[in-house]
Structure formats: structure tokens, C-alpha cells
């Protein structure tokens, strides 16, 4: 089992981002067989498909590693890396291009979503980006890709150019790529805006009370909890009465993701409660999940020499990893590589 994701390093991770993917790929990290291996990078390739500040790039980038090193990813036990380190992604994606087909990326929805009515205004690099995803996977011979109700547009085109590229250039009995499967994980939580339950927790978010920020000290953690929207009702008993109340739903749902139970099993033990009684508690198991790695995080962002060698490694075994997709690549093109 070879698992492959990657993120955006755009710095300021969130609760949103640990409950829903981070946390995720730290247990696939611990649960994975001897034979089995988990490559995360950090995608900032992808990054310059839209305007973006190349200090600030720089910058997230580092910061992405630290915070994910101090959710509890560990190098010496899988392989985290960025993107611009290890050029076959960028190669990958070229070889790729002649097999993709213009109907398959206009069909993508994120090119529709993110191009919206400019779409001739928008860069080359936006409108293939899902071409550079393809390649991330198929470069490491993945077996299977975490995907969210987002990405499983992307990973069937991965899927279509890896069987299109077999069928047109490789032998059924020896295909240059593994077609990836999705892999589903346990479902993770649904996090929203401490001021829109009907909105999801967002860095981009202008106000900063909307979202409990991983770097946020036990103090401030406290205070936006406290200050989150909810209603004036106690909590219900039974989940079913949190049907109408988004706030007050959101936060029994991150309750239950920190405390690794059950919405229904929060409600047992605070149905009844009214949000002053219930906000402290909630507070408290936040700190306690969130304040070692928050902790973590602030000791190893400055730490540019440990972070650089994180990143120089693990890139290095991702190189390696990739080599012999690559050349099979270039191969099956009848393309004679220097």
C-alpha cells in the first residue's frame, strides 16, 4: 500500500485542517504495514498557478512543514517533502500533457469554480493543474489517495491518464502506471466558522474569531470559544435537535473530534447544559488536544536549518522513489533522456 497526498503550504493551519485531513494521515502514518509507505507533500508547485507572494511562499512553506511535524507526522516514518525539490513531478506532468485532453480539464469543477467568468484571463498552469496532481500520484506507482468529496473529480482523471498512457505506450503486461484507488477515511469531522455555522472554517476568513488557528495560545483559544456564535437554548438530548441550530451544532461536533467520540455521546453527558457550562468544557478539551502541538509548532517554525533538512531529505528519498516511473515514462514516449 503506497499512499500519496500533498497540501497547499499557505501557512496558518487551522482546526479545520487538523480534524479533517491532518489528523487523518497522522494515523495512516502509524497504521501502514512494514511494506507499505506514506509520502505528504507540501504542494508548492501548484501554488504559482494563482497570483502569489514569493516570500510569503517561502515562508508558508516552512511553516506548513513545521505544523505538520508537530500534528505528529514523523519523518523518519514516512516521507514529507515539497514539490519544487523533486523536478520528476514537474517532468511527470509534461510527459503527461501529450495524453491529457482539453475536454477531460474544462470538465474539471474547481477550474470552473476558481476561473469563474474570467477563464481567459486565468493562467495555463490553473487550467492544468490537475494534470500536476495526476503526476504527483502516478510518479510514486500509488496505490491509494485520501480524497474528500472534492478531489474525487481529480483523481478519476488521474485514473483516466494513467490508463490512457497504458493503453497507448505500455504492454497490458507491464503498464508504466498503477491506476491509484481512492481511499476513504473514517469520516472526519466537519468543521465550521465559530461566527457562520452554515460556512466552513477558513484561513480566509477576514475575522480571526472565526476559526481556532493552531498556533492560537491556551488564552486565546479560551476567548473565541467563548465569544463563538451560538443561540440561547440549552443542548438538546438526542442529536436530532441540533437539526435548525448550525452554531450550536458545530460546536458538539468539534467536541466530539477532539474527545474522539460521538455527537450523540456528548450530548448524553451535556444535553441540557446551556452554552455557559458547555463553552468552558469545550475549552478545555481544545487546550488539551491542541496546546501540545501548538507548542511544538511554535518551538520548530523558526528553526529554518531543522526544517530545510526535513524537507532536503525527504525530498531526497522522493526522488529516489521516483526515478524509475520517470524513466519508464520517458521510454514508452521513445524519448532518450540525458
Sequence with gaps: MIV???????GNLHLGNYLGAIRNWVKMQDEIDADGRCLFFLADLHAISQPHDPAELRTGTLEMAAALVACGLDPSRCVLFNQAQVPAHAE???LLMGTARMGWLNRMTQWKDKAGKNREGQSAALFSYPVLQAADVLLYQTTHVP???DQKQHLELARDIAQKFNNDFASEDEPVFTLPDPFIPPAAA???SLRDGSKKMSKSDPSEMSRIALAD??????QKVKKAKTDPEPLPSEVEGLSDRPEALNLVTIYAALANTTPEDVLAQHGG???GQFKPALAEVLVETLGPIRNRFVDLKDDREQLDAILARGAAQARELGTPTLDAAYQALGLVRG
Design 190 to 192: 466537519r468543521i465550521m
Design 4 to 10: 500519496v497526498s500533498g497540501i497547499q503550504p499557505t
Design 217 to 222: 495560545d491556551a488564552d486565546t483559544m479560551a
Design 147 to 149: 480524497v474528500g468529496e
Design 92 to 94: 511527470l506532468q509534461w
Design 273 to 275: 447544559a446551556g452554552f
